[in-house]
């Protein structure tokens, strides 16, 4: 079964994060909706890159997907963590074990929404702004149960490549590897 991962584009994201992490989950066959925060479906990353969303948060319903992944960026990660919609999301999609995900400074909003867990990885000069043990410096990605964290934007394709293994397979990954030259 086709799995879904909606990915909320809050102002000021961290573009090459984004966009690999679409890319790689689409070309996974992976259904990825992009949503947008606010009014307009266009949506200026932190490097002024504007991306169209597919639609809007409030729009869709948490039971039809299977993910949600947050891209990092600043003021990005902290418009996610000042957005009552998102934490909701957070914290609904924690409630029923499904899986969440943050790279970069995004961690910041799991653990305004109390969904962070034990272990954590984040962009390393924002760890300070998460006052919670369990922060790896040393891990490109950390799973800690339901949850995964990547560092930042050198870090996305193996963070997208994760999270395609936990939403398909290893023969998924595998074979995406090969096709994008990292085999």
Not at 5 to 10: E, F, Q, R
Not at 79 to 102: P, R, S
Request: proline share 4%; glycine share 4%; charged share 20%.
């Amino acid at each position: 079964m086709r799995k879904n991962v909606l990915i909320p584009l809050a102002e000021g994201f961290e573009e090459i994060e984004a966009v690999t992490l679409i890319d790689i989950l689409r070309r996974a066959d992976v259904n990825v909706v992009t949503v947008s925060l606010h009014a307009s479906l266009h949506v200026k990353g932190a490097h002024a890159i504007s991306v169209v969303a597919d639609a809007f948060l409030s729009e869709q319903n948490p039971e039809c997907f299977d993910m949600i992944v947050l891209p990092g960026g600043l003021p990005g990660a902290t418009n996610l963590a000042a957005d009552a919609t998102v934490q909701h999301w957070l914290q609904t999609f924690d409630a029923q074990g499904k899986e969440i995900a943050a790279i970069c400074a995004a961690p910041y909003a799991l653990y305004t929404a109390g969904v962070l867990k034990e272990r954590f990885t984040c962009y390393p000069d924002f760890h300070s702004r998460i006052p919670q043990k369990g922060y790896d410096a040393t891990e490109k990605v950390v799973q800690s149960m339901n949850v995964t964290t990547s560092q930042g934007p050198s870090t996305a394709m193996v963070f997208a490549l994760t999270l395609v293994e936990k939403l398909c397979s290893k023969r998924v990954v595998d074979e995406l590897r090969e096709a994008l030259l990292l085999a």
